[in-house]
């Protein structure tokens, strides 16, 4: 089998090229071959480019992973979902909380021969939008991108994590909130920013680190690679992960941090599925995130199987 995968630069980290490179070599390991389509021609977008790409290559499968950070406006990929002569399957990697705008024009993947969506509720936000798509619609749940190190006996009951990219609407305001809470109210606990910048994005975190300054333990660990990155999550006590739209399947920063042991206090929303509350610490808002914070770290009994069972 063929497989031509659209995977665009994008000057950057982004999480949803990272999945469609290990994807991409996945496929190659189990004997498929696949090459990667970057989509571009003179530095920009170009359907045109794909097409002689597919011409050439003559593949079975032309893949499309959506959305990504290179895309931005444009429309090329949805119109990469409809070449002629080829079977398509998309990757849609969110929906329902997507600009009206990509909504309506979720309208071109509806001829795709198959969709893949990363949880059920995805896939049941397109199907409310296109009905007739329904029976194309398949759930494959992400993994991890970062390694998942053996569990550690020693850690810093003291630290408290954030992971993820640096940029809005990623929960990192939540956690900034929890640390100046703590400056007064639990002096003894330090804060760590663990992620990566992507492109277009280092204003603001020049802007979170500005506002944050006056807080003295808190330190901003910025850029490192995903092995530098399991290390850590694999050392520290606790990691909180605040998701405007709630914790998930999708979320790989919440399967990094609980394969890799840490006690997780994260977010509940709409798409947050039955159960995972065996695995993780609900809090509501920063305030709440403390109060879970000084609860685990009073019964290490309750904190040591809240570990256990998240990995």
Known sequence: MKVLLLAPEQGGPCGVLDYALRLAAALQESGVRVTIARGERKGRLSVRAVAAQARAFRP????????????????????????????????????????????????????????????????????????????????????????????????????????????????????????????????????????????????????????????????????RGDGEVARRLAETGFVYLPYPDGASERRGTLLAALG?????????GPQTPPGLESVARFAADPGDALAQLRALRADPTAEANLRRAGR
């Open 260 to 268: 890799n042991g840490a006690a997780v206090i994260t977010s509940r």
């Open 60 to 223: 079975d499968i032309v893949h499309v992973q959506y959305p990504m950070a290179r895309y931005g406006s444009s429309l090329m990929p949805h119109w990469v979902a409809q070449l002629p002569r080829c079977r398509t399957v998309v990757t849609l990697h969110e929906f329902s909380r997507a600009h009206l705008l990509r909504r309506i024009a979720g309208l071109a993947f509806t001829r795709a021969d198959a969709l893949v969506f990363t949880n059920a509720f995805e896939r049941a936000a397109f199907g409310r939008w296109y009905p007739w798509s329904r029976g194309r619609g398949h759930v494959i749940p992400i993994g991890s991108n970062i390694p998942w190190l053996s569990a550690r006996e020693a850690r810093d009951r003291d630290e408290v994590c954030y992971f993820g990219l640096i940029r809005p609407e990623k929960g990192l305001e939540s956690f900034l909130a929890l640390a100046r809470l703590a400056a007064d109210a639990a002096p003894e606990l330090r804060f760590r920013v663990l992620g990566a910048i992507p492109a277009g994005q280092r204003a603001y975190c020049e802007q979170m680190r500005q506002v944050s300054g006056g807080l003295p333990r808190l330190i901003w660990d910025v850029g």
